[in-house]
């Protein structure tokens, strides 16, 4: 017995197994989509620069 799943994007049941190449999602447009949705929201944080956690403590003691 197939698990399906629904679609994120569309809602559509997506069959969870090797037939489903883009799974959970229906198609590869879902897919896209979904991620594109995402991205959208990443780049809606208003002039945030994007921090590397490269400060590394006693660094300064070691030099
Ligand atoms: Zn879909």
Redesign the pocket.
């Known amino acids: 017995m197939p698990t399906s799943v629904p ?1 994120p ?2 809602q ?1 049941t997506v069959e969870w197994s090797d037939k489903s190449p883009f799974k959970p ?3 590869e447009r ?1 897919k896209l989509i979904d991620l594109g949705e995402w991205a959208n929201e990443e780049k809606a944080i208003p002039g945030e620069p994007a921090v590397i956690p490269d400060q590394q403590p006693g660094n300064d003691e070691a030099y």
């Open positions: 679609c994007t569309c559509t999602f229906c198609s879902c």
